[in-house]
């Protein structure tokens, strides 16, 4: 098996491993939540890139969930017809397009007061002490989710990515050093989760995949660490989610003690060999040799390039080259790929 190897996963076709996870551009200076022509540029020239996998990058389902102004939304319909052709034209390039649906919780920076499951402060400068969330308020959030879900089924995407990782708001439920409640979300930690993947689960088409990104562990001081993940993902998955992402971090400000090349890719087969999911492996994954490397030994079934894929929109088509796999060069570029 290889990077550029094909996949079909329930009904949906992958020509290739390579994903380019959600990357927030922050670039929707209208502030109204709607593609406009960076986003164009930015996810087309990464489809004609090679990249199998488009993820469209944390997509909020309410205002006051952005992480800035400068953030994509679905929060409402006036959102879908704009992402829907972006969505049309990623496909013709033969790229599978997921969105990743979220909200930033208590790391919402422009809200004037961010909500979160308890009114504890991210720490790190700059971050406004959250209001905590009554039970009907949160409830209300699993709507909104569900909502934002529908309108990125009509935008007709190929998957929904549930940001549960990175500090925002289902990881804050998911975790003890966010989540101080009495009520039920407080008694069963992954409750709002497993609501969000229900309520998602009820408006999408059965065959669509639903993935979930995740952080695996945490690094602050009493984080929960892969056994509870592990236990997470399986209330999860018994809810609905066929894939999972695999990242960490992002409760605090400190993040892993050492970074090295493919630091998260053991937690993804860990948690592959607890679960079964099909597992999406990311972080400092550009170099094509090691990216392949993961496929080929099985440790996950997609590889995810973040920062090699800003940084090189054609990494899939040099990735190509540089592991002497066969991947389609779009034929205005062949020329370019085959100097003599
Ligand atoms: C500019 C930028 C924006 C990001 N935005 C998101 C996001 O919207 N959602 C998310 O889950 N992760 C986000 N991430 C994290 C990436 O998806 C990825 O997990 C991380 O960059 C590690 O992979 P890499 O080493 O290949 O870059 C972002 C990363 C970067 C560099």
Redo the contacts with the bound molecule.
């Keep these: 098996m290889s990077l550029l190897d094909p996949i079909t996963i329930k009904q949906t076709h992958f020509k290739n491993r390579v994903v380019m ?6 670039s929707v200076i209208e502030k109204n939540g709607i593609v406009n022509s960076w986003h164009w540029q930015h996810y087309v020239s990464r489809a004609v890139g090679g990249a199998g996998t488009i ?1 469209i ?3 909020d389902v309410d205002p006051d969930g952005r ?1 800035t102004d400068f ?1 994509l939304g679905l929060w409402e319909d006036a959102q879908v017809a704009p992402l829907k052709s972006l969505v049309s034209e990623l496909k013709t390039y033969g790229a599978t397009v997921g969105i ?1 649906i ?1 909200h930033a919780g208590r790391k919402a920076e422009d809200a004037s007061q961010p909500v979160a499951p308890s009114a504890t402060r991210f720490p790190a400068p700059n971050y406004k002490t959250p209001h905590a969330l009554s039970t009907q308020e949160a409830e209300k959030i699993v709507q909104h989710f569900q909502d934002s879900a529908r309108r990125a089924v009509d935008a007709g995407v190929d998957f929904i ?1 549930l ?1 549960g ?2 500090g ?1 708001l289902i990881h804050e439920f998911q975790s003890a050093l966010t989540n101080h409640r009495t009520d039920k979300y407080g008694k069963d930690l992954a409750l709002f989760g497993v609501e969000v993947v229900e309520a998602v689960k009820a408006v999408i088409p059965e065959e669509m995949i639903l993935q979930l ?1 995740i952080s695996a562990v945490e690094y602050a001081p009493n984080g929960y660490q892969l056994d509870h993940s592990i236990q997470l993902i399986k209330r999860y998955m018994a809810a609905g989610v066929d894939t999972i ?1 695999v ?1 960490s971090g ?1 409760e605090g400000p400190t993040g892993p003690n050492k970074l090295y090349a493919g630091y ?1 890719v053991d937690y993804a087969k860990k948690i592959k060999d607890a679960t079964n999911a099909i597992v999406t492996a ?5 170099d094509p040799a090691v990216a392949n490397a993961v496929i080929a030994s099985n440790k996950a079934d997609f590889v ?7 940084k090189d929109p054609y990494w899939t088509l040099h990735a190509g080259e540089t592991l002497h796999l066969n991947t389609p060069i779009p034929k205005a570029y062949q020329r370019g790929f085959r100097i003599r």
């Design positions: 996870p959600p990357m927030c551009q922050y993820i990058e944390m997509t992480i953030d990743q979220a990515e940001h990782a990175h925002y990104r992402h990242s992002g998260q990311v972080g400092l994954l550009h995810a390039v973040g920062r090699g894929i800003l």
